[in-house]
């Protein structure tokens, strides 16, 4: 099975801020690498496809990159809807989701 | 509109039978890729498997081969997920959603609860 660690597990942040979660793989997996926005109690929505492609919808402030064995996630400044947490998931092979990064308010 | 309708909320004991379902609408059924995705309590996301309904072709993540079968009516598009014998360790927010492996379209979810 591949693995997928994302970091860090929980993040402080205020509206406004520049936020980057990084999510490694345990070997490459191109760029087959999707994320996904979870709130409370409701289902994942996709953010980002491709690595690097942002869902129809998706807010432009939200961006992803890298490819291999490396990716990010990035949101520009953060709004306070974007408070949530958030998980990358590879489909490279089979596929597998990250532990997921919680994004909390400072 | 795209959407997946899961069954509702269910409550079992261990040993028992259960099979959970999720119907799409709105688009193309048999032309998309259906998964499962389990979500134990305050826990991460698990990809569980999925089926092509056009051709019933279904693929299972390892962690879930032969603990699960995934199946798919293309006449009343809907998928389902089904346990022969639960277990406490079930017990879980199961997912449906759409695509092959990325998923763009997801229900509300249905959460399997097992005790004695």
């Not at chain 1, 406004?16 to 191109?30: E, K, N, W």
């Not at chain 1, 996630?73 to 089979?94: E, G, H, K, V």
């Amino acid at each position: 099975d591949i693995q997928m660690t994302q970091s860090p597990s929980t993040l402080s942040a205020s509206v406004g801020d520049r936020v980057t979660i990084t999510c490694r793989a345990s070997q490459s997996v191109s760029s087959l690498l999707a994320w996904y926005q979870q709130k409370p109690g409701k289902a994942p929505k996709l953010l980002i496809y491709k690595a690097s492609s942002l869902e129809s919808g998706v807010p432009s402030r939200f961006s992803g990159s890298g490819s291999g064995t490396e990716f990010t996630l990035t949101i520009s400044s953060l709004q306070p809807d974007d408070f949530a947490t958030y998980y990358c998931q590879q489909y490279n092979s089979y596929s597998t989701f990250g532990q997921g990064t919680r994004l909390e308010i400072k | 509109e795209v959407q997946l309708v899961q069954s509702g909320a269910e409550v079992k004991k261990p040993g028992e039978s259960l099979k959970i379902s999720c119907k799409g609408s709105g688009y193309s059924f048999t032309s998309y890729w259906i998964g499962w995705v389990r979500q134990m309590p305050g826990k991460g996301l698990e990809w569980m498997g999925i089926i092509y309904p056009g051709e019933s072709d279904t693929r299972y993540s390892p962690s879930f081969q032969g603990q699960v079968t995934i199946s798919a009516d293309k006449s009343i598009s809907t998928a389902y997920l089904q346990w022969n014998s639960l277990k406490a360790s079930d017990t879980a927010m199961y997912y449906c959603a759409r695509g092959s492996y990325y998923m763009d379209v997801w229900g509300k979810g249905t959460t399997v609860t097992v005790s004695s």
